[in-house]
């Protein structure tokens, strides 16, 4: 889960870091946009996740509520993590080339990137060629303590019910101390 939070908020942060309102060419574009952006200070970070929306319209009322409790339990408890000063000071430039190196590193690519100071709008599709596509929408505001992201998901598979999901989550992280 710290991975997952970790990348979610280096990659609105890192997002930040451009100047245009274009996509950008390649993710080692995005690292070194990174690489010139005020880098996170180091301590204990909370992140607290909410889950907005979720719907899967070939799914049964009472499952879809039964899968989105299950989803909402598991966000109500807020997760923290230590930023050290080793992983501070190499800044979000790293965060951004791990992306790179997965298995799906090129099924995703950026159709939006709009950065407005330390506003974020961006639309990021991926396709993984055997009938799985999502759209990610982010949008939000980031500092070097904070981060507040809300992440739209649509996804089309033959795997869902339906063939398509929907979801809206909301992620808050504050720093709040000192690492213990």
Do not use: H, W
Not at 9 to 26: N, Q, R, V
Not at 63 to 90: F, I, N, P, S
Not at 114 to 137: E, F, L, P, R
């Amino acid at each position: 889960m710290r991975s997952i939070i970790v990348v979610g908020a280096a990659l609105g942060l890192t997002l930040s870091a451009c100047s245009d309102s274009s996509a950008p060419e390649s993710v080692e574009d995005m690292a070194d946009a990174a690489a010139s952006m005020e880098k996170p200070e180091p301590g204990e970070y909370e992140t607290t996740t909410e889950l907005i929306t979720f719907e899967v319209p070939g799914m049964g009322e009472q499952e879809a509520q039964m899968v989105r409790g299950m989803m909402e339990a598991g966000m109500t408890q807020a997760t923290k993590y230590c930023l050290t000063e080793e992983e501070a000071e190499k800044g979000f430039e790293e965060a951004i080339r791990e992306m790179q190196s997965g298995e799906s590193k090129d099924d995703c690519t950026f159709e939006r990137f709009d950065v407005s100071g330390n506003t974020i709008d961006s639309q990021m599709k991926c396709d993984d060629g055997a009938g799985n596509v999502g759209n990610i929408a982010m949008t939000g505001t980031v500092s070097p303590t904070t981060s507040d992201m809300t992440m739209e998901f649509d996804q089309t598979s033959e795997d869902i019910p339906g063939g398509s999901m929907k979801m809206k989550v909301n992620m808050k992280s504050r720093k709040i101390g000192e690492c213990s």
